[in-house]
């Protein structure tokens, strides 16, 4: 998350949708002083440099804390945090992403280690695994409650993977003011930024099977619909 006061923005970090890199991209374009803030990502891959900024002021923001940070849970901390203008005026930007594939997404880094909080044994992919296994796995995955304590709170909330997803990311495509799309995100970064470097891809080597998100959906229709319906601003946005 980023809250630029120099350039009057907020970043919503969406979860499973190049947030990571956008975010990383909007701290090059838009160099933070003095009260900014970013989440950042301490330590996360040894070819870029940190770029969270006054992060330690904020306690409550810090180590992941407020990293995928939605619009309500923003709007009702502001008070909590040094900054000089109203929540609402500032520019309010994400990035959506095909739920389907925000979710295929989600079950591979889900899987990629046990400290992960959607992590599963019953669901994880092993050596050996036919693409039909996998499938079968992530489809019981999709039906599996966790504690998805995304946030570090005390009383997180036990919800399937696409509640998590929908709660945070389809909340904030609700209430930004401009939208990228992860499948054109050169060229929207370019578009609206002016932005020209190489956006590094971080996260996007967990997935082992490189098989299209439809084929996961492919022999279950209802959930697909069940699935879809609970991203409407996504979808909206995706149709247009």
Sequence with gaps: MIISQSNKFIFFKPMKCAGTSVEYALSIKFPFVGKDICTGHQDYHKDYNEWAYNIAKYP?????????????????????????????????????????????????WSHHSKTQLAFSMDTCPKT????????????????????????????????????????????????????????????DCKKYFDISFPIPRFKADKKHMKNPASEYFRDIPQATKLILDSFPYTMNFLST
Excluded at 130 to 135: A, G, M, S, W
Excluded at 158 to 169: A, D, G, K, M
């Design 128 to 187: 050996g695994d036919y693409p039909r296994d996998v499938i079968i796995k992530f489809h019981k995955w999709l039906d599996q409650p966790y504690m998805a304590s995304v946030f570090k709170e005390a009383r997180p909330p036990i919800e399937r993977p696409h509640e998590t997803l929908s709660r945070i990311n389809d909340e904030m495509v609700s209430a930004s003011n401009l939208v990228l799309n992860q499948a054109k995100l050169t060229d």
């Design 60 to 108: 409550f923001l810090n180590y992941g804390l407020g990293e995928h940070w939605n619009p309500s849970i923003l709007r009702a901390s502001w008070d909590l945090l040094d900054v000089d203008f109203g929540f609402d005026e500032f520019k309010k930007i994400t990035v959506a992403r095909d739920p389907l594939e925000q979710l295929v997404s989600y079950y591979w």
